[in-house]
């Protein structure tokens, strides 16, 4: 497994920018605690929703994971499970439980390091060590100032996703493997925190303003700052997944977040491209003009404006958008083909 | 990819890849109702076990091994047709409609690559540009794939629409060495399209 470590710092998917690995490692560490000396965080490009942590002490999170997140509370609680799994030992039991059926590299080579952990880290825990994780986790959370409620909204959030997803994810997804349904896990995790109430430290995170109410946040959670800063690089990935209906769920609770509106509406508009169905080209496009009327315009919306008009046969609308698109975007890696389009076009 | 690298990986250990390539004679070859021209004798095909990802009219094309570079031929998408077979029951790739424009075929070849090669597989694309082939209108596109622990893969998509059908020729090769090396080769074909196939 250090081998597949020293190949997967050469990877060219694992993020660099200290903006994201800074803040991830930050909350790794802050709920780690005493643990954080064992912990190597490694942020990986990957659009789904996962995180695991090796019993060597690497913790992978992928960059599908922080886009759905909420608040830092939630990825507290995300990391906060995954330390009860090392804490406990669980993800060694299952290495050794692998080691018994096939060699570790096997595995590796099989699957890449990020698919041997997730099958290490999550995908085979039973259903008692899953309750143990929800449980101390939520006790990791608190003593690191997070509140313990955000880990029921993960559970919550995530089966509102899948409720509106176009492709539901396999039977093997991670969140829907182990035995409990995501509701009754947010129930228990309710309990838990409710338990929790009279604890002092409880107490003092709610002082220090981390208590969250729903998915909504305070401006001085960090976690928007990230989003924000690198929204087209985290949205573009899940923009290639092609469900509609996940994205606009996201959408909807990025809104709620306070994410710039001008990005939250071009990226309706394009999932309501991509979903294509009846009247989701109009949809698209009052998405599209609604995003140009902020000062912050994602320039994506004109050009995607422009193309819309094009194929409806408004060649002068779609000009003028092209045109508003390339004065925005001069460099534009695709200027070649808008001004095959300003030139007469396809 | 990790998906195509094992698929290879296994078929390679069954010993379905030692004498199932072809060499592509130079020469025109049919490309549905077109041709493309093997301008020497480098070019294999890869045989259908190892390509049970595509339908039966396309091809894929080889000149160092699949794992290493590849140009993959897809003749006469129909409306309503996708790029790649799915590997199970319900259809995973994006549609092919008549009427897409080029930023949306575009769109239809990355998606349908990032299907192909399953979620531990970032794929870019780049530089989208109008490109005439054979008398008409088509497109070209730079590619990018990167996987965790396998080399990144480089690249140009070029495709056209004839009769409401799509065409397209996806070349993609490890970076740097394979993808530079046989990119003129790969450009020569795409640029050899002619009609009468």
Same mark, same amino acid.
């Given at each position: 497994?250090?081998?597949?470590?020293?190949?997967?710092?050469?990877?060219?998917?694992?993020?660099?920018?200290?903006?994201?690995?800074?803040?991830?490692?930050?909350?790794?560490?802050?709920?780690?605690?005493?643990?954080?000396?064992?912990?190597?965080?490694?942020?990986?490009?990957?659009?789904?929703?996962?995180?695991?942590?090796?019993?060597?002490?690497?913790?992978?999170?992928?960059?599908?994971?922080?886009?759905?997140?909420?608040?830092?509370?939630?990825?507290?609680?995300?990391?906060?499970?995954?330390?009860?799994?090392?804490?406990?030992?669980?993800?060694?039991?299952?290495? &050794?439980?692998?080691? =018994?059926?096939? !060699?570790?590299?096997?595995? #590796?080579?099989? $699957?890449?390091?990020?698919? %041997? +952990? *997730?099958?290490?880290?999550?995908?085979?825990?039973?259903?008692?060590?899953?309750?143990?994780?929800?449980?101390?986790?939520?006790?990791?959370?608190?003593?690191?100032?997070?509140?313990?409620?955000?880990?029921?909204?993960?559970?919550?959030?995530?089966?509102?996703?899948?409720?509106?997803?176009?492709?539901?994810?396999?039977?093997?997804?991670?969140?829907?493997?182990?035995?409990? &349904?995501?509701?009754? =896990?947010?129930? !228990?995790?309710?309990?838990? #925190?409710?338990? $929790?109430?009279?604890?002092? %430290? +409880? *107490?003092?995170?709610?002082?220090?303003?981390?208590?969250?109410?729903?998915?909504?946040?305070?401006?001085?959670?960090?976690?928007?700052?990230?989003?924000?800063?690198?929204?087209?690089?985290?949205?573009?990935?899940?923009?290639?997944?092609?469900?509609?209906?996940?994205?606009?769920?996201?959408?909807?609770?990025?809104?709620?977040?306070?994410?710039?509106?001008?990005?939250?509406?071009?990226?309706?508009?394009?999932?309501?491209?991509?979903?294509?169905?009846?009247?989701?080209?109009?949809?698209?496009? %009052?998405?599209?003009?609604?995003?140009?009327?902020?000062?912050?315009?994602?320039?994506?919306?004109?050009?995607?404006?422009?193309?819309?008009?094009?194929?409806?046969?408004?060649?002068?609308?779609?000009?003028?958008?092209?045109?508003?698109?390339?004065?925005?975007?001069?460099?534009?890696?695709?200027?070649?083909?808008?001004?095959?389009?300003?030139?007469?076009?396809? | 990819?990790?998906?195509?690298?094992?698929?290879?990986?296994?078929?390679?250990?069954?010993?379905?890849?030692?004498?199932?390539?072809?060499?592509?004679?130079?020469?025109?070859?049919?490309?549905?109702?077109?041709?493309?021209?093997?301008?020497?004798?480098?070019?294999?095909?890869?045989?259908?076990?190892?390509?049970?990802?595509?339908?039966?009219?396309?091809?894929?094309?080889?000149?160092?091994?699949?794992?290493?570079?590849?140009?993959?031929?897809?003749?006469?998408?129909?409306?309503?047709?996708?790029?790649?077979?799915?590997?199970?029951?319900?259809?995973?790739?994006?549609?092919?409609?008549?009427?897409?424009?080029?930023?949306?075929?575009?769109?239809?070849?990355?998606?349908?690559?990032?299907?192909?090669?399953?979620?531990?597989?970032?794929?870019?694309?780049?530089?989208?540009?109008?490109?005439?082939?054979?008398?008409?209108?088509?497109?070209?596109?730079?590619?990018?794939?990167?996987?965790?622990?396998?080399?990144?893969?480089?690249?140009?998509?070029?495709?056209?629409?004839?009769?409401?059908?799509?065409?397209?020729?996806?070349?993609?090769?490890?970076?740097?060495?394979?993808?530079?090396?046989?990119?003129?080769?790969?450009?020569?074909?795409?640029?050899?399209?002619?009609?009468?196939?």
């Amino acid at each position: 497994m250090d081998e597949a470590e020293t190949s997967l710092k050469r990877s060219p998917l694992v993020v660099t920018d200290p903006l994201i690995t800074n803040y991830v490692s930050d909350i790794a560490c802050a709920v780690f605690h005493a643990y954080c000396g064992d912990l190597r965080v490694y942020v990986i490009r990957n659009p789904n929703f996962n995180a695991a942590l090796a019993p060597n002490g690497l913790m992978l999170v992928n960059t599908g994971l922080i886009v759905r997140m909420a608040s830092s509370d939630q990825l507290a609680a995300v990391l906060g499970h995954e330390l009860a799994h090392y804490t406990q030992t669980h993800s060694l039991e299952l290495l &050794r439980k692998a080691k =018994r059926n096939l !060699t570790v590299g096997t595995l #590796v080579s099989a $699957l890449g390091l990020p698919g %041997a +952990l *997730a099958k290490l880290g999550v995908l085979n825990f039973n259903r008692q060590q899953e309750s143990e994780a929800d449980e101390l986790g939520a006790y990791y959370m608190v003593a690191a100032g997070y509140w313990p409620g955000a880990a029921s909204e993960v559970w919550r959030m995530l089966e509102d996703e899948e409720r509106n997803a176009l492709v539901k994810r396999s039977r093997g997804a991670w969140f829907l493997s182990t035995h409990p &349904r995501p509701e009754s =896990r947010a129930q !228990t995790l309710d309990a838990v #925190v409710q338990r $929790l109430a009279d604890r002092p %430290a +409880l *107490a003092r995170s709610a002082k220090a303003g981390l208590k969250r109410e729903g998915v909504g946040m305070t401006e001085a959670d960090p976690l928007i700052d990230v989003v924000q800063k690198r929204y087209a690089i985290l949205m573009d990935e899940q923009l290639q997944q092609g469900d509609a209906g996940r994205l606009l769920t996201l959408l909807e609770r990025h809104e709620a977040m306070g994410i710039r509106l001008s990005d939250v509406l071009f990226y309706r508009g394009e999932a309501y491209r991509i979903r294509d169905g009846s009247g989701d080209v109009e949809r698209a496009m %009052a998405a599209y003009r609604q995003a140009t009327d902020f000062d912050e315009v994602n320039p994506g919306a004109y050009r995607e404006l422009g193309y819309l008009e094009y194929k409806h046969g408004d060649r002068q609308q779609a000009q003028g958008y092209f045109e508003s698109f390339l004065a925005e975007e001069p460099d534009a890696p695709d200027r070649q083909m808008i001004e095959f389009y300003l030139q007469g076009g396809w | 990819m990790r998906r195509l690298v094992l698929t290879f990986a296994w078929l390679l250990l069954q010993g379905c890849m030692s004498n199932q390539f072809s060499i592509i004679q130079p020469g025109h070859h049919a490309f549905g109702s077109f041709t493309v021209q093997a301008a020497d004798a480098g070019w294999n095909r890869a045989p259908q076990q190892l390509t049970p990802h595509l339908y039966g009219g396309s091809q894929l094309w080889t000149r160092d091994g699949p794992l290493l570079d590849s140009l993959t031929l897809l003749p006469g998408i129909p409306d309503g047709g996708y790029l790649f077979v799915s590997p199970s029951k319900s259809n995973i790739y994006p549609v092919y409609r008549a009427g897409m424009l080029p930023n949306e075929i575009a769109e239809l070849l990355e998606s349908s690559l990032v299907r192909l090669n399953g979620p531990e597989v970032v794929v870019s694309s780049c530089g989208l540009r109008p490109h005439r082939v054979a008398g008409m209108q088509g497109l070209l596109v730079d590619l990018q794939l990167s996987g965790n622990d396998e080399p990144s893969r480089r690249g140009r998509a070029m495709a056209f629409v004839q009769d409401g059908e799509l065409y397209a020729l996806i070349y993609l090769a490890a970076w740097p060495h394979y993808a530079e090396k046989h990119l003129e080769a790969s450009i020569a074909v795409m640029n050899s399209v002619e009609s009468g196939g």
